[in-house]
């Protein structure tokens, strides 16, 4: 961790309504951004970023008290550069209007459909990717032409401060206005009237978000999580299933929306699964305690939370494996580890992890396992690991998650022209790459007429002829 990281405290007495009000006044002056100017705009965000990548590395390690460099790079300002790489590539066909078909009844006519900024866009921006889960819905609201206010978490400070830093150097202020705070602002952010607000965190936390953006008919977009299985199946190989379990899980120390919360295994593999991820565990991370790769919990009061779901879990019978119990603790970082026997009844299995605990529940058929996930409320991701493609097409019809992954973890979250989001309990709407642009436009529908007017054959007085004739032509 860099300790020379100095970081004032976090004000909170930003007028929100204030700095709301200019970015809604700049909008006005500017409401269809051109294509060059907004193309300008995330090229300045995209060499902001590679202008101090060292700079929020240092800040997220102090953050975290221990954060992978590498990670950073790998999960934070990776995807970040690349999504706005591809968002500069497709922007003017995203802009281009869509024609559309107008019915034989309504000629001549033309109908196309226009994408216009909705205005001023909201994002409330959780601690656990702290510059990707901001980057990334900057980049499509900022795409769509929109003005942009960021929330971030009081969980990253640091962070926050050199972000903030960053963009200010690159982006008036009625552009893109980074506020701080704690949680008294997050809510007050949320009051704002904005024309869209994306929110990213705890699904708890986000029916707040969405009951104070009801106040204003504030459409949202929730980023949540909630608890994504993975699926090992009766024949893939599982080294290398265990292997790619382990990457997802063991990433940000399993701070990760997306990482699989738990693995079905058929009932006859457990144990060798057991082992196989254990290995792979111990492959990628010799030991814990002081090994940089390793990310280390976000603060203490995870750390205790994480702690409590460990000894819960032991009280009720489950039967805990420490991968590294022969070490000595050291600061937040918390080893992985393998829970088996466990319940429903546990607070492992009720609630999102976000940690590198991974309880194991086996499972006697294909149609049990998805029976299982079924009854539960539909997870942000959904994993599944064997390669009989028909099995696969069976877990796709026969199950639902905000996205999926077929022999691999947390990926298709990187992939430029996928969406992502969740479904019901892990979110509503998505964003990322086109329809991250979708997301923050308006759609218009424009019907266009010239001086030509056959509609004027339909006005009243009804009862005529041709009328008649119309309604037998379109009415069968």
């Not at 929109?146 to 969980?155: D, G, I, P, Q, T």
């Not at 409320?377 to 019809?397: M, N, S």
């Amino acid at each position: 961790m860099n300790s020379n990281l100095a970081v004032p405290p976090a004000r909170s007495d930003i007028d929100l309504t204030a700095a709301f009000a200019a970015q809604r006044g700049a909008f006005a002056g500017n409401p269809m951004p051109p294509a060059a100017q907004r193309q300008q705009w995330l090229k300045s965000l995209r060499e902001a970023l590679l202008e101090g990548q060292q700079r929020l590395i240092e800040a997220i390690d102090a953050d975290f008290g221990g954060r992978s460099a590498d990670e950073t790079l790998l999960a934070e300002l990776m995807p970040s550069i690349q999504g706005i790489r591809h968002a500069e590539r497709h922007l003017r066909r995203w802009m281009r209007p869509a024609r559309r078909a107008v019915g034989l009844a309504f000629q001549p006519a033309s109908a196309r459909v226009e994408y216009q900024p909705l205005g001023v866009v909201g994002i409330i921006v959780p601690w656990n990717y702290p510059l990707f889960l901001a980057i990334g819905p900057l980049t499509c609201a900022l795409a769509a032409g929109n003005r942009v206010m960021l929330k971030l978490s009081e969980a990253t400070p640091a962070t926050g401060f050199v972000l903030k830093a960053m963009l200010e150097r690159v982006f008036p202020q009625d552009l893109v206005n980074v506020v701080l705070g704690e949680v008294e602002v997050g809510q007050a952010f949320a009051r704002l009237p904005f024309d869209h607000l994306l929110f990213t965190g705890a699904t708890s936390v986000g029916r707040q978000v969405m009951l104070a953006a009801a106040q204003n008919l504030t459409p949202v977009t929730l980023e949540l999580g909630g608890k994504s299985p993975a699926i090992v199946s009766a024949s893939v190989p599982l080294d290398s299933a265990a292997e790619r379990i382990a990457f997802g899980k063991t990433l940000n120390a399993g701070q990760t929306c997306v990482a699989p919360d738990y693995v079905l295994v058929p009932r006859d593999r457990l144990g060798a699964f057991s082992d196989a991820y254990q290995r792979a565990v111990h492959r990628m991370f010799p030991r814990i305690a002081d090994n940089p790769d390793y990310s280390a919990i976000i603060n203490a009061r995870q750390q205790q939370r994480l702690q409590h779901l460990l000894e819960d879990a032991a009280d009720k019978g489950a039967d805990v494996i420490d991968l590294y119990a022969s070490e000595n603790r050291q600061g937040r970082r918390l080893p992985p580890h393998l829970l088996t026997g466990v319940n429903d009844d546990m607070l492992v299995m009720q609630d999102e992890i976000f940690g590198p605990l991974l309880p194991l529940v086996p499972y006697d058929t294909l149609d049990g396992a998805l029976a299982y996930i079924n009854q539960r409320p539909r997870p942000l991701a959904l994993y599944y690991f064997g390669y009989d493609r028909a099995e696969q097409a069976h877990v796709l019809r026969h199950s639902h998650s905000g996205g999926v992954c077929l022999n691999d973890t947390l990926l298709h979250v990187a992939q430029d022209d996928l969406p992502f989001g969740g479904i019901g309990p892990s979110g509503m709407g998505h964003y990322h790459g086109h329809e991250g642009f979708l997301t923050f436009s308006k759609a218009k529908a424009v019907l266009a007429k010239q001086r030509i007017n056959a509609a004027r054959l339909i006005y009243p007085p009804y009862g005529k002829a041709l009328q008649r004739l119309v309604y037998k032509l379109f009415i069968r």
